[in-house]
């Protein structure tokens, strides 16, 4: 049997306009290496995002540090390994995370989890489109907070238009970039340690430190719905284990540290007159703020290139045809009129986000999961012939959502 071979049109090019969709990724253009997921993953994760959900357990809840670093801990490591399993998945299907879910759900069942996904996406464009404008109003004090947020919104879609090449070098460059200025950052904390082993907190409630646990699992373990996006392209003999293992180092190792970094401000700004999260970096790290604060922009839009490319895959697996330039533009769009709308009490809007993304995105992946691993259903044909309405995923997910119910309005 003869293996057919072509010439790839896109390739290892970085300045070319991806013509892959969530079409399979064949044979010919696959390409990169398993290391490749440490360095995207570890970039995406140096993120204000993490360092903001690190100030909820101390502002927020009044919990000690040693209990918020245990429970941060223990969301990372759990949903990082999720998130590891998932970015596996990519390398034998070919295909983005959603379009794999056709498997279980149907194609049509599979709108559900598509249509949340893609909310979910625009949500996490907003956290870091509202946090990198409230950086840019630092440098730029006389900048309104909708003008910073547009500023961010109309750089960011153009990475999401030229694709996955793109997105990753340009990850691999942030990884470096912000991997410096968080360590010296890190460094100007850990000079304050005597301040930081002097804090008393309000709280120990057992339910506070729960809170903590699901909001920090919520935010690593959402990269799953679109983990396989970016591992599609890989040759298909790539190691699975390896690069389930590099996603789970590379998203776990930075989710941590720059949400215990968090922590660290968080009591260290305590007290001051500045509220919000950024202002508070500025403050803290006297001389080096300024610095600081332009890596909170560039960590804002290194997690942004993902979320909305990943954005554009999930329209697409609603079968909307639109190009992906107008579909990132969308996205962008509604991104930015929630970030003008939704900006004021962020910390507790960020909270009842990440609960919602702990509530569909679990049982979408207990489902998933079994498929995949358990069941062995792992054959590309497999998602791209997938029937109309799958009953008993779609249902077993649809058990999953409403065991969590009981659990939506206790927090």
Not at 150 to 175: R, T
Not at 194 to 205: D, E, I, K, L, N
Not at 349 to 375: E, G
Request: include cysteine.
């Amino acid at each position: 049997m003869r293996t057919e071979t072509r010439e790839p049109a896109y390739g290892t090019h970085v300045a070319a306009i991806e013509p892959y969709s969530i079409e399979h990724i064949p044979r010919w253009e696959r390409h990169g290496r398993t290391g490749h997921l440490f360095l995207l993953w570890f970039a995406a994760n140096l993120t204000i995002a993490d360092y903001a959900l690190g100030f909820l357990p101390i502002t927020a809840l009044g919990l000690p540090l040693g209990t918020t670093v245990v429970m941060l801990a223990l969301g990372n490591l759990l949903g990082a390994a999720l998130a590891g399993a998932c970015a596996a998945m990519g390398i034998r299907a070919g295909y983005p995370q959603m379009f794999v879910g056709r498997r279980s759900f149907g194609r049509v069942g599979g709108y559900l989890p598509a249509a949340l996904n893609w909310v979910s996406t625009v949500g996490w464009f907003t956290v870091n489109t509202i946090l990198g404008a409230f950086a840019l109003q630092i440098i730029w004090r006389s900048l309104p907070f909708a003008a910073a947020a547009g500023i961010l919104v109309l750089a960011q879609p153009l990475i999401a238009v030229y694709g996955h090449n793109l997105i990753h070098v340009f990850e691999w460059s942030m990884a470096v970039v912000l991997g410096v200025l968080l360590a010296v950052a890190t460094g100007v904390a850990a000079s304050h340690w005597g301040t930081v082993t002097a804090y008393r907190p309000a709280s120990h409630a057992v339910s506070s430190a729960a809170i903590v646990l699901a909001a920090s699992f919520s935010y690593v373990m959402s990269w799953s719905p679109y983990a396989s996006v970016y591992s599609r392209y890989l040759p298909e003999r790539s190691s699975l284990s390896r690069a389930a293992v590099l996603t789970f180092l590379g998203s776990g190792i930075a989710s941590f540290w720059l949400e215990v970094l968090g922590a660290v401000v968080a009591i260290l700004a305590l007290g001051k007159a500045e509220a919000n999260s950024i202002a508070a970096l500025d403050q803290v790290k006297g001389g080096f703020g300024a610095w600081a604060v332009v890596g909170v922009v560039l960590g804002a839009c290194a997690a942004n290139a993902l979320n909305l490319y990943s954005n554009t895959m999930s329209a697409r697996v609603l079968d909307l045809k639109a190009p992906r330039w107008a579909l990132a533009m969308a996205g962008g769009v509604v991104g930015f009129a929630l970030a003008v709308l939704g900006h004021k009490d962020f910390l507790l809007r960020y909270q009842d986000f990440l609960l919602f993304l702990d509530y569909w995105i679990t049982p979408w992946l207990a489902v998933v999961l079994v498929d995949v691993y358990v069941f062995r259903r792992q054959r590309p044909e497999g998602f791209s012939r997938a029937e109309g309405l799958n009953g008993r995923g779609l249902g077993s997910y649809l058990i999953g959502v409403g065991a969590s119910v009981p659990f939506m309005y206790g927090h």
